[in-house]
């Protein structure tokens, strides 16, 4: 059908028209047509609304609210709009606010009258309520296997540098050798975290909303236990005053996206610092940096910046939804409209983020070199004599760190780093301690002595890869 055909109908059919245009009979202006209406977001949600109201209209069968004949021919238009929007042969109109009144505009179109009972015990608010749940459980999932992702190519860079050591930092300053293996793999555990937290949020999206209608339910002997099995829900929710004003959910993935947008910065943030002049702990493969227009020399690490800069973005959207629900008695007002652009910009952007890591993430390699020249700087062996003192001399920890810290200074004055002390020169300072002590000074040792659950020796970390990657 042309589209002047398809407007000559729109024009004669009194469904073109708002349901509410019998009892107000003055036009709404145009711009509150435009910030109203929700087309251009909520056009996503047209499978979900689709599949939830042929589950719909099959319950109304089933109960015999409706007769099988205006069942099929319902569920038969629903399954041609579908088609005609994945191919993209359907007209969507503006003027009918949001998916679901086009959807049933387009069922009038094919199927006539008989299509108006499509929303019998039903309103708008559950139905939105019920296709925004069903599209966050897969957006729940799928940014679940985006994390998947980002944890197994953590994981193939953590394997190939279990034994390269670099300097662990607190305040931004040389404290610990540590692996770096070891160092990646704290990353792992934010996102595993992350992970667990976007498969949680698919418990409160398990209660069926369709059915409480507008807020106090419906008069119709409807089956809501089986609606909730078809679509996939573990059951009815409990209360409908409750349900067409619940955004929890929503908060729910506002905020894990949120927190998940956190460690991208981290990691970001670490991964410019590292790949900076000054530190040069990383290098960047080109496929992942961009010039400077003015300056030829330049690689810049962009992409970095850019997954450090979004991060305030997902925080908007956290706060805005909190914000727009704080002051909302019950039960529905047209305030909750906003949730859904608020999630899909969300979910838009930390999946971009991810992918944009992972390309990242398989794209830098270590400075083995100077990772290990700057571990050699800045006393950072310092932990493990003190810790040598304990236990050799029997020393209270306070004593030994005291002891430790008159070394230090001794190395410091002499310029010279803790390793290339004599015995006699630590001999000064304690003369308890042996020429066995200065074995305590190198790396390696210091990096596989941290032997406790968690730690950074090379046994733990290799233990810990094995667990992850048999998950």
Known sequence: ???????????????????????????????FKKVGGSLEIDKRLFREDIEASIVHVEMLFRQKIINFKIKNKIVWGLNRIKNEIIKKKFIFDDKLEDIHMNIEHRLFELIGEEA???????????????DFKMWLRKANKEIAKNIDATIKNILKKAEKNVETIMPGFTHLKNAQPVS??????????????????????LESLNENPLGVAALTGTSFKIDRFYTSKKLGFHRP?????????????????????SACAVHISRIAEEFIIWNSDAFKLINLNDKIVTGSSIMPQKKNPDPLEYLRGKTGFMFGNLFSMLTTLKGLPL????????????????FDQLKNSLIILND???????????????AE????????????????????????????????????????????????EINKIEKGLTSDVLKVFE????????????GTSFDNIKKMILSYKKK
């Open 116 to 130: 108006g009972y499509i929303h019998t015990a039903r309103s708008r608010n559950d139905q939105v309520v019920t």
């Open 331 to 346: 039960s529905y007002f047209k305030d909750l409209q906003d949730d859904k652009e608020i999630v899909f910009k969300s």
């Open 377 to 424: 700087s800045g006393y950072i062996t310092a932990t493990d004599l003190a810790d040598y003192m304990v236990r050799e001399l029997n020393y209270p920890f306070r004593k030994a760190y005291l002891q430790t810290a008159k070394i230090i200074n001794l190395a410091e004055k002499n310029k010279k780093k803790l390793s290339e002390l004599t015995i006699q």
């Open 237 to 257: 929710t409990k209360n409908s005053i409750d349900t067409v004003s619940d955004r929890d959910f929503v908060i729910d993935f506002l905020y894990s996206c």
């Open 360 to 374: 990242v993430l398989k794209n830098f390699s270590p400075d083995k070199k100077r990772m290990i020249e700057l």
């Open 180 to 201: 770096f293996a070891h160092y990646l793999m704290a990353y792992l555990e934010m996102f595993n975290r992350d992970k667990k937290r976007f498969k949680n949020n």
């Open 443 to 454: 790396l390696k040792k210091s990096v596989n002595s941290k032997v406790s659950y968690g």
């Open 1 to 31: 059908m042309c589209i002047r055909d398809r407007l000559n109908i729109m024009g004669k059919n009194k469904n073109n028209q708002p349901i509410w245009n019998t009892r107000i009979k003055k036009e709404t202006k145009n711009l």
